[in-house]
């Protein structure tokens, strides 16, 4: 096990990584170290060949992450220097771009940053009893961890406009029907389901899966022509040596 500051990274022998946001006594909530750290463990996991499949999960029992550290808000630096920080160091952008196939494990609160982490990830499996929302607009701020975008990708438009507006939390049930979730399952049963999924993508051929996964990631913001023709490319991929 690696270790980090406000995260657990873990791999096991069939090359699943579990990376758990590891700050319970504050709900998990995302600050500039875990930040950091995420960012340090996504690199790992992209240079690492027998990394295969990622498992994100949230300590304790009453979320995933609860968004960002609020008590940082004071303390943030200068634009200049926050704009330099985010160039070097695009934790979301990097998530984005990482073509190995990422599961949320979800449980409990997924607000603000949690819920836009993710909306990064491929599929997202929650708990009974889950609750879902961003609430920045309520804080005088927009969803600034990549929410503005993705969840419009996930979710549709109007179903994503409005809870960027109202700042709602939803349920799991809710999230389910408007597809921010893939399922639901019993409490305490969201890890185990998460596994299951990773196994079942495990058995195969890595290399197809990360194409699989690169053609749609990339292909939905493109136009439809170019989006065929990114498939036709990648495609050939496959029938040439590994």
């Not at 590891?22 to 960012?39: T, Y």
């Not at 600034?144 to 939803?170: K, M, N, Y």
């Not at 809710?174 to 389901?193: C, D, M, T």
Request: net charge negative.
């Amino acid at each position: 096990m690696t270790e980090f500051d406000t995260i657990t990274y873990e791999k096991d022998e069939a090359g699943i990584v579990y990376v758990t946001l590891n700050r319970p006594q504050v709900l998990n909530a995302l600050n500039v170290q875990m930040r950091d750290d995420l960012f340090q463990a996504i690199n790992a996991i992209r240079d690492d060949p027998d990394a295969l499949v990622v498992i994100f999960k949230g300590a304790g029992d009453r979320a995933f992450c609860a968004g960002a550290d609020l008590t940082e808000f004071g303390s943030a630096p200068s634009p200049v220097i926050a704009r330099k920080v985010r160039w070097e160091r695009d934790l979301w952008g990097t998530v984005a771009t990482t073509y190995k196939p990422m599961i949320a494990a979800i449980h409990g609160f997924c607000l603000g940053s949690g819920l836009e982490l993710s909306m990064l990830c491929d599929i997202r499996i929650a708990a009974e009893g889950a609750r879902f929302g961003l609430p920045e607009v309520g804080l005088g701020i927009i969803p600034a961890a990549g929410g503005s975008q993705t969840l419009p990708r996930v979710v549709h438009r109007g179903h994503a406009l409005e809870l960027a507006l109202t700042g709602d939390v939803i349920d799991a049930e809710h999230a389910l029907r408007i597809g921010l979730i893939n399922r639901i399952v019993p409490a305490g049963e969201h890890l185990g389901a998460a596994r299951e999924v990773a196994h079942k993508i495990l058995e195969k051929d890595q290399r197809i899966v990360r194409l699989a996964k690169e053609a749609i990631v990339r292909g939905q913001d493109l136009p439809l022509p170019e989006g065929i023709r990114l498939e036709a490319q990648l495609a050939a991929m496959t029938r040439g040596k590994k």
